[in-house]
């Protein structure tokens, strides 16, 4: 009989935070859409969206990750997956200090997608060595690949290149 702790951990991983993570998104283009046409609550819906999706990308990294019996991943792959999460909720709230124009974007952008840019090359090499890897890779991989081109852009943006 699973305890209600470990019952609890399966739910937030499998399903609360991804859907959590689906309403963030969601918040996060209506905030953009709004902050594009210039409507009020733009900055509310921002902050209230990207600290939402910032959050979750560091809860997930401290999510245990299922494996199936034949698989031998890398212990490295399992330090990675946390370094790419926690990355990644840096360079969000990278990027909403730089889309409200806070003071500290360029210091957050730079440590985050720093340290995702370190993170998805090693993460590269791991996968390419051994397949099984790919298991408890491949979701941080994507999604720290995209904020990683995202946070780079904003670093552009900022005039930081």
């Keep these: 009989m ?3 702790e470990t019952s609890f951990i399966s739910l937030l991983r499998t399903k609360i935070l991804p859907n959590v993570h689906m309403i963030a998104l969601i918040i ?3 905030g953009l859409g709004f902050l594009t046409l ?3 609550g733009a900055t509310e819906l921002l902050m209230i969206g990207l600290s939402t999706l910032a959050g979750v990308y560091f809860l997930m990294a401290f999510m245990m990750i299922q494996l199936p019996p034949d698989c031998k991943p890398a212990l490295y792959s399992f330090m990675l997956y946390k370094l790419i999460y926690i990355s ?12 409200l124009k806070l003071p500290g974007a360029d210091q957050m952008l730079l440590i ?3 340290g995702l840019g ?10 390419g060595t051994n397949r099984d890897n790919l298991v408890v890779l491949k979701s941080p991989f994507f ?4 904020l990683l081109l995202l946070g780079v852009y904003f670093m552009y943006q900022l005039s930081m290149f």
């Design 88 to 99: 990644s909720a840096v360079t969000v709230i990278g990027i909403l200090f730089a889309l």
């Design 143 to 146: 999604r720290g690949l995209g």
């Design 28 to 30: 996060c283009a209506v």
């Design 2 to 4: 699973p305890t209600p």
């Design 38 to 40: 210039h409507y009020t």
């Design 118 to 127: 370190v993170s998805i090359l090693f993460s590269a090499v791991l996968i």
């Design 112 to 114: 985050g997608c720093g």
